[in-house]
């Protein structure tokens, strides 16, 4: 079996069959016509990227593009398009400054939850208010700065754009939900709410864990094993 085979059986298993309208017959009819030998693995590709659109919940549906090398999750688009390093030393986030801990819940508009693992942060942040005042993302600094955990509204807006060239890129789990693991450094920027991406805020992250609770979006970034970042999720308080 090779790569893609095995990506897409593990795709399967996040469909939601039951709120899935029945496609069995177009997609037999896809794979049962004539074509090249080498084209069956692109229609199959292509109509279970139709199937995880159908049948993922919208802040998930974007997972379809895992088979095409671009994945849309949570705020987050991880792209395995070829760019150059980030270069020289990146901007901060749109007006972002450091508060305390309990100001900083103040000026977001969702609950601010801390690792149990980590315990209390070294640094908060918060950037990118809006016309009211409420801040987009708040980041809470572990370690000197060295582990970093990003939280923000989990909604289809993109928030971050990853360039994971090279970097090993896996579907797993937080608390039973669907998380990505990327693991290895990559290239990251900031879109900010127009949906422009801040090319002055891109720099080299570190391997990242990326998922979603309740209605809020997380990207825990440092130098952590794989499971050592899925067990300082799972310790969210």
Known sequence: MDDLERELRELTGWLEPARTPDLTDRVRARLDAPA???????VLAGALAALLVAALPPGRAAVAGAVTGLLRFSGVVIDTAPAPPPAGTP??????????????????????RVPARLGVPERVLVADPDGAGAHRVVSLLYRG?????????????I??????????VTLTQVGGEFAIWVGGPH???YVDRSGTERVATARLSAATLIWE?????YRL????TREQALDVASSLE
């Open 159 to 168: 928030v971050f754009h990853k360039r994971s060239v090279g970097a090993d």
């Open 36 to 42: 090249p030998r080498r084209r069956w693995r692109y």
């Open 187 to 189: 290239a990251l920027a």
């Open 91 to 112: 901007s901060p986030l749109p007006a972002q400054h450091q508060v305390a801990l309990a100001e900083a819940q103040r000026q977001v508009r969702f609950p601010i």
């Open 213 to 217: 609770r309740a209605g809020v979006s």
């Open 221 to 224: 970034e440092g130098d952590l």
């Open 145 to 157: 700065g060295t582990v970093r955990l990003d939280a923000f509204d989990g909604s289809l807006d």
